[in-house]
């Protein structure tokens, strides 16, 4: 049913919108965050275009594919050249900061509500902006994460130490051959945490986060509850937006949101409960917030103590 009669909200004005999304902002009970590539394209990183070219152009140049996405699967026949590509590849979207200040923008939305996090980014923004962790579930992996490639056992070790040296100490497009990282327990190459197969490591800390989110979602099945969906398109959608969907329309009072570019379908029958918004995910905080100080500043005028003459 849900996938019946989808309808594109661009006829929907948007200031109208934003101004109804800031409301069940502020209205909500609990706001579950689902959060997609988007977003993160919104915050700056982007794998292709200056961005790349800043950091691959010898990638580019020797091997001829034009953005990070093609390169993380590239064939390379050396271990060594495997590694600094992905040592790069990790760096920059995993250590470094983001461009703009989308994230910390969100968490100034939200930090006074109940709020969950649950997202298939694995580039680890939304702790580096400042969200509480016990708030978040990672559930496609962390670039800051090695598993076995094996995989020999349910474990994952953090890489920043490792990833920190190749990027230092790589040379012609290779790392040491001492630096190609090995699995502790049996010897086989490590790989990034990443979800592409069935050999993804769903270790400790990932069944924590899962069951705080189920936790989360069974005490809210009721109230005013606000499903945010940011940036999310439709590689995987059974994870955050049809689930969104099908939890919106099981309670009357709930409201779905939508903010991306492009990609604001709903079904008919949810439509009565949607605020759908195409457009750049930053620049509609940045409106929200600007609405919010508007807002404050209005009611600081009328305060008896600021009015004067009488």
């Not at 760096?91 to 461009?99: E, F, H, Q, S």
């Not at 020999?152 to 497009?173: L, P, Y």
Request: aromatic share 14%; net charge neutral.
């Amino acid at each position: 049913m849900l996938l019946q009669n989808l309808k594109k909200q661009s006829a929907w004005t948007k200031p109208s919108q934003i101004d109804r999304l800031y409301r069940a902002i502020q209205d909500a009970d609990a706001v579950v965050i689902g959060a997609g590539a988007g977003l993160s394209a919104s915050a700056g990183f982007v794998y292709d275009g200056e961005r790349f070219e800043r950091y691959f152009s010898d990638f580019e140049e020797k091997y001829g594919f034009h953005d990070m996405y093609t390169g993380g699967f590239y064939p390379y026949v050396a271990a060594e050249e495997h590694w600094a590509y992905w040592s790069r590849h990790i760096w920059v979207n995993r250590y470094m900061d983001a461009p703009r200040p989308v994230y910390q923008e969100l968490l100034r939305l939200v930090r006074d509500r109940d709020y969950f996090v649950l997202t298939t980014n694995v580039d680890h923004c939304f702790q580096k902006a400042g969200f509480d962790k016990k708030r978040l579930f990672y559930t496609q992996g962390d670039y800051g994460l090695f598993q076995c490639s094996e995989p020999c056992c349910r474990e994952t070790w953090d890489n920043e130490a490792v990833i920190r040296r190749m990027m230092a100490e790589q040379r012609d497009m290779r790392v040491p051959a001492e630096l190609v990282p090995r699995c502790p327990r049996c010897g086989k190459p490590l790989t990034m945490n990443l979800r592409s197969d069935d050999k993804f490591v769903q270790d400790e800390g990932w069944y924590a986060a899962a069951g705080r989110y189920e936790d989360y979602l069974h005490r809210h099945r009721r109230g005013k509850v606000l499903y945010l969906e940011l940036g999310v398109g439709y590689n995987t959608p059974v994870i955050i937006k049809y689930p969104f969907w099908r939890m919106t329309l099981q309670n009357r009072e709930a409201v779905y949101a939508c903010i991306n570019r492009g990609q604001t379908l709903v079904p008919g029958d949810l439509r009565r409960q949607a605020v759908c918004i195409d457009g750049d995910i930053g620049m509609v905080l940045q409106a929200m917030l600007d609405a919010r100080e508007n807002r404050t500043e209005a009611a600081a005028a009328l305060r008896p103590d600021s009015i004067t003459g009488f």
